[in-house]
C-alpha cells in the first residue's frame, strides 16, 4: 500500500510540477506578447517622434521665411513712406513757390499795371489774369 501511495503522490507531484511548467510557459508566451506589443510602441513613438521633429523643422523654416517677407514689406513700406515725406516736402515746397510768384505777380500787376506786365513777360492777358484769378 505504501508502494502505491508513494506512486499516487509522485503522479500528484508530477501533475503539480506539469502544471507549474505550463503556467510558466503561459506566463513567458504573455511576457514576451507583451514585450512585442512594448517593442511595436516603441517603434511607433520613434517613429512619431521623427515625424513631429520634421514639421517642428518644417515649421520653424516657414517662420523664419515669413519673418524674412515681413521684414521686406516692413523695409518696402518705410521706403515708400520716406517717398511720400519727400513728395509732400516737394509739393508744400512748390505751392510755397506758386504762391510767391503770385504774389510777386500781383504786385508787379498793381505796380505797373497788366498792360505793362503782358509786354514785358510776353504772357498772355487771359493767363495773367487766370494766375490771379486762381486764388
Known sequence: MEEKNFTNMMNKEAKEREKLVNDTIRSLEEMNSKKIEDEKSIQQYKIDEIKYKTTIKELNEYIEMYKNK??????????????????????????????????????????????EVVELTKLDKKKIESYLGDE
Do not use: A, H, M, P
Open 70 to 115: 515681413l521684414s521686406e514689406y516692413e523695409n518696402e513700406n518705410d521706403k515708400s513712406d520716406n517717398e511720400v515725406i519727400s513728395l509732400r516736402k516737394k509739393i508744400l515746397k512748390n505751392e510755397t513757390d506758386i504762391s510767391t510768384l503770385k504774389s510777386i505777380l500781383e504786385l508787379f500787376v498793381k505796380e505797373y499795371g497788366i498792360k
